[in-house]
C-alpha cells in the first residue's frame, strides 16, 4: 500500500491523510503519541544512519525523555540514499513504531526526529550541523561495513575506496568516519569542544573501534588533528538489543488500518528492547536511564554475551535456515533439530567463552532469545539477518571458534555455522537457485566459489584465505581449516537440513 492509497467513505473510494503535524492530533486515543511539545526542541543529536533499527531504538529511547528534557532533539541523516528523508519530511519527521507480539499489535508515533538530512545532496548542512557546539552527541547506526574498517583487526582500512574518497577529498566526505573527521576538524577550528561518538552498531568493543578508525583517518589527513582527536575525543562503548525487522507494504497497510492516515515509513519490532551504554560523555548526554536504558562502568560484558549468543545464534539460523528452505527466523528458530543445533552452540560453545555480568542469569537470557525468535508476529526474513556475513561473522562466530581452540575444546557447532555462511555466500541455493547474497566482499567470495567449485576441500580453505574474516592465525590451523572442511562436505553431501538433523550423532 502507497502512502495515497484509498480507503473508502460511504462507499466511494477517497485518499487517505497523511501522518503529519497537522493529522497527530486526529488520531485514535489508544494511539500513543510524543508528550511534549515539539516545537520546543532543540537539537542535541545528530544521528547518521537513519534506518529502521535506529527509529525503532535509539530514538524512541530519547521519545521517552523529550518532556523532561526537550534539549535533545535529534537531526537524523542518511548518507546513501535520500529515501528516508523523502518518506518522512512531508511527515514532519513524525513516523510509527509498530510494537507486535502475539498478543496483539501496540502502534506508538514517534516525533524525536525533528530535521532529517540525506548527505549525497546536503552534505554541507549536515557537516555545519554536526559542527553547531549545541550539538553534543553524533551517534551511529551504520552497520558493520560502515566504519571502514578491517573486521579482524578493527583497524582503518586505509585501501577502502570510501577512505581513499576522503582523503582525496576530505572537504566533501562520503564515509561516515569521514563525515566525522571534517565535523570535528571544523569544531576545533572554531574553538569548540568535540561531540561524544556514541556508536550503537554491532561490534566488539564498538566505541573503542570507532575512536580508532575516526583517529585514524584524522591523523592521516592532518597528524595535529589526529592528535587532537586521539586526546579529546570520547566514544563509549554500547550494546543494543531489539529485533527490527524490515518494513513491509503488509506493514503500512497495518499501520494505516490503525492510525487512519498513511504513514510511508512506520518500523515494526518486538516488544523486547535493551541499551547499555558506558558512562563517557564529557558535554552532557540525556538521562537514558531514566526511561531504561543501563549505564555502566564496562560494557564488555553485555557486549560479548549478546554478540555471542544472540547474534551467533542469529547467523547459524539465518545461513542454516535459508538453506532449508526458511523465510523468516521465526519459522527456522521453531524447527526442532536447528533449535536443538543452536541451544548446543550456546550451551556447549558460545557460553564457556563470555564472562557472564554478575546480575545476569543467562540460562534466562538464553530461553528468552527463543521466545523473542519464535515470535509469530515478526517476519524477520532470514536472507535480512545473513546479509553483511562478512562483516559480521569475525566477532560473532569466529571469535568464539578461535578462543575454544586456544583451549583445545571442539568447535562442531561454530565451524557448522560458517560453513553455512560459505555455503550460502556461493550465491546458489540448494535447488540451483541464485541467492541474492548482500555483502561488500560479494563479489571476490563468488570470485572464490567460482574457482573452487562445489567441491568442500577447495572452497572451505580457500574461504578461510580471507583474512578480513578469518584473520592471520586461523587459515594456519588445521583443526580449525579441518572442522570447518568436514562441516561443509556435509552440506555439499547431504543437505542442509539432514545435516542439522544429524548433528552430533553423524
Same mark, same amino acid.
Given at each position: 500500500?502507497?502512502?495515497?492509497?484509498?480507503?473508502?467513505?460511504?462507499?466511494?473510494?477517497?485518499?487517505?491523510?497523511?501522518?503529519?503535524?497537522?493529522?497527530?492530533?486526529?488520531?485514535?486515543?489508544?494511539?500513543?503519541?510524543?508528550?511534549? *511539545?515539539?516545537?520546543?526542541?532543540?537539537?542535541?543529536?545528530?544521528?547518521?544512519?537513519?534506518?529502521?533499527?535506529?527509529?525503532?531504538?535509539?530514538?524512541?529511547?530519547? *521519545?521517552?525523555?523529550?518532556?523532561?528534557?526537550?534539549?535533545?532533539?535529534?537531526?537524523?541523516?542518511?548518507?546513501?540514499?535520500?529515501?528516508?528523508?523523502?518518506?518522512?519530511?512531508?511527515?514532519?519527521?513524525?513516523?510509527?513504531?509498530?510494537?507486535?507480539?502475539?498478543?496483539?499489535?501496540?502502534?506508538?508515533?514517534?516525533?524525536?526526529?525533528?530535521?532529517?538530512?540525506?548527505?549525497?545532496?546536503?552534505?554541507?548542512?549536515?557537516?555545519?550541523?554536526?559542527?553547531?557546539?549545541?550539538?553534543?552527541?553524533?551517534?551511529?547506526?551504520?552497520?558493520?561495513?560502515?566504519?571502514?574498517?578491517?573486521?579482524?583487526?578493527?583497524?582503518?582500512?586505509?585501501?577502502?575506496?570510501?577512505?581513499?574518497?576522503?582523503?582525496?577529498?576530505?572537504?566533501?566526505?562520503?564515509?561516515?568516519?569521514?563525515?566525522?573527521?571534517?565535523?570535528?576538524?571544523?569544531?576545533?577550528?572554531?574553538?569548540?569542544?568535540?561531540?561524544?561518538?556514541?556508536?550503537?552498531?554491532?561490534?566488539?568493543?564498538?566505541?573503542?573501534?570507532?575512536?580508532?578508525?575516526?583517529?585514524?583517518?584524522?591523523?592521516?589527513?592532518?597528524?595535529?588533528?589526529?592528535?587532537?582527536?586521539?586526546?579529546?575525543?570520547?566514544?563509549?562503548?554500547?550494546?543494543? *538489543?531489539?529485533?527490527?525487522?524490515?518494513?513491509?507494504?503488509?506493514?503500512?497497510?497495518?499501520?494505516?488500518?490503525?492510525?487512519?492516515?498513511?504513514?510511508?515509513?512506520?518500523?515494526?519490532?518486538?516488544?523486547?528492547?535493551?541499551?547499555?551504554?558506558?558512562?563517557?560523555?564529557?558535554?552532557?548526554?540525556?538521562?537514558?536511564?531514566?526511561?531504561?536504558?543501563?549505564?555502566?562502568?564496562?560494557?564488555?560484558?553485555?557486549?560479548?554475551?549478546?554478540?555471542?549468543?544472540?547474534?551467533?545464534?542469529?547467523?547459524?539460523?539465518?545461513?542454516?535456515?535459508?538453506?532449508?528452505?526458511?523465510?523468516?527466523?521465526?519459522?527456522?528458530?521453531?524447527?526442532?533439530?536447528?533449535?536443538?543445533?543452536?541451544?548446543?552452540?550456546?550451551?556447549?560453545?558460545?557460553?564457556?567463552?563470555?564472562?557472564?555480568?554478575?546480575?545476569?542469569?543467562?540460562?534466562?537470557?538464553?530461553?528468552? $532469545?527463543?521466545?523473542?525468535?519464535?515470535?509469530?508476529?515478526?517476519?524477520?526474513?532470514?536472507? #535480512?539477518?545473513?546479509?553483511?556475513?562478512? #562483516?559480521?561473522?569475525?566477532?560473532?562466530?569466529?571469535?568464539?571458534?578461535?578462543?575454544?581452540?586456544?583451549?583445545?575444546?571442539?568447535?562442531?557447532?561454530?565451524?557448522?555455522?560458517?560453513?553455512?555462511?560459505?555455503?550460502?555466500?556461493?550465491?546458489?541455493?540448494? #535447488?540451483?537457485?541464485?541467492?541474492?547474497?548482500?555483502?561488500?566482499?560479494?563479489?571476490?567470495?563468488?570470485?572464490?566459489?567460482?574457482?573452487?567449485?562445489?567441491?568442500?576441500?577447495?572452497?572451505?580453505?580457500?574461504?578461510?584465505?580471507?583474512?578480513?574474516?578469518?584473520? #592471520?592465525?586461523?587459515?594456519?590451523?588445521?583443526?580449525?581449516?579441518?572442522?570447518?572442511?568436514?562441516? $561443509?562436505?556435509?552440506?555439499?553431501?547431504?543437505?542442509?537440513?539432514?545435516?542439522?538433523?544429524?548433528?552430533?550423532?553423524?
Amino acid at each position: 500500500m502507497t502512502p495515497n492509497a484509498a480507503h473508502r467513505i460511504d462507499g466511494v473510494a477517497a485518499p487517505r491523510a497523511r501522518l503529519n503535524a497537522d493529522t497527530l492530533a486526529r488520531l485514535p486515543a489508544a494511539v500513543r503519541r510524543p508528550a511534549y *511539545d515539539r516545537a520546543a526542541l532543540s537539537t542535541g543529536i545528530v544521528h547518521l544512519g537513519v534506518g529502521a533499527f535506529h527509529r525503532a531504538h535509539q530514538a524512541a529511547f530519547t *521519545d521517552d525523555l523529550l518532556a523532561a528534557d526537550p534539549r535533545w532533539g535529534i537531526a537524523a541523516a542518511s548518507l546513501r540514499t535520500p529515501d528516508t528523508r523523502d518518506a518522512l519530511v512531508p511527515q514532519d519527521g513524525l513516523y510509527t513504531l509498530l510494537v507486535r507480539s502475539g498478543a496483539g499489535d501496540a502502534p506508538r508515533v514517534i516525533g524525536s526526529i525533528t530535521r532529517l538530512l540525506a548527505a549525497p545532496d546536503e552534505r554541507d548542512e549536515l557537516l555545519r550541523t554536526m559542527s553547531d557546539p549545541g550539538v553534543r552527541i553524533v551517534s551511529l547506526t551504520v552497520t558493520e561495513k560502515g566504519y571502514c574498517h578491517r573486521p579482524s583487526t578493527g583497524e582503518l582500512d586505509e585501501d577502502h575506496a570510501d577512505i581513499r574518497h576522503d582523503l582525496d577529498n576530505p572537504h566533501a566526505p562520503r564515509s561516515a568516519p569521514g563525515v566525522i573527521v571534517e565535523a570535528l576538524r571544523r569544531r576545533r577550528e572554531a574553538g569548540a569542544a568535540p561531540f561524544t561518538v556514541l556508536t550503537c552498531d554491532n561490534l566488539p568493543s564498538n566505541g573503542r573501534v570507532a575512536k580508532r578508525v575516526i583517529a585514524r583517518l584524522a591523523a592521516l589527513r592532518d597528524p595535529e588533528l589526529g592528535a587532537w582527536v586521539e586526546g579529546e575525543l570520547a566514544a563509549p562503548s554500547t550494546m543494543v *538489543d531489539r529485533i527490527v525487522p524490515a518494513t513491509t507494504d503488509a506493514d503500512r497497510a497495518r499501520v494505516a488500518e490503525a492510525l487512519g492516515v498513511e504513514d510511508a515509513w512506520p518500523v515494526t519490532a518486538e516488544p523486547f528492547s535493551q541499551w547499555v551504554i558506558e558512562d563517557r560523555f564529557p558535554t552532557g548526554r540525556p538521562a537514558w536511564e531514566t526511561v531504561g536504558a543501563e549505564i555502566v562502568g564496562d560494557v564488555e560484558p553485555y557486549e560479548n554475551m549478546k554478540l555471542r549468543l544472540l547474534n551467533g545464534s542469529h547467523s547459524i539460523m539465518a545461513y542454516l535456515g535459508y538453506l532449508m528452505g526458511y523465510e523468516t527466523i521465526a519459522e527456522a528458530a521453531s524447527d526442532e533439530a536447528l533449535a536443538a543445533l543452536v541451544g548446543a552452540y550456546m550451551d556447549q560453545e558460545a557460553t564457556p567463552t563470555i564472562a557472564v555480568p554478575a546480575e545476569a542469569d543467562v540460562e534466562a537470557y538464553k530461553r528468552a $532469545l527463543f521466545e523473542r525468535w519464535r515470535n509469530p508476529a515478526l517476519r524477520h526474513r532470514t536472507w #535480512q539477518v545473513a546479509m553483511d556475513g562478512s #562483516q559480521k561473522l569475525p566477532q560473532r562466530l569466529v571469535a568464539v571458534a578461535r578462543e575454544r581452540l586456544a583451549v583445545g575444546a571442539p568447535i562442531g557447532a561454530s565451524a557448522l555455522g560458517l560453513a553455512a555462511w560459505m555455503r550460502y555466500a556461493t550465491g546458489v541455493d540448494e #535447488q540451483g537457485a541464485p541467492i541474492d547474497v548482500q555483502d561488500p566482499l560479494g563479489p571476490r567470495l563468488r570470485a572464490i566459489a567460482q574457482d573452487a567449485g562445489p567441491v568442500a576441500e577447495r572452497l572451505a580453505p580457500a574461504m578461510i584465505g580471507v583474512r578480513e574474516v578469518f584473520g #592471520q592465525d586461523l587459515p594456519r590451523d588445521p583443526r580449525f581449516v579441518e572442522a570447518v572442511t568436514r562441516a $561443509l562436505a556435509r552440506l555439499y553431501d547431504r543437505g542442509a537440513a539432514a545435516t542439522v538433523a544429524a548433528y552430533g550423532g553423524a
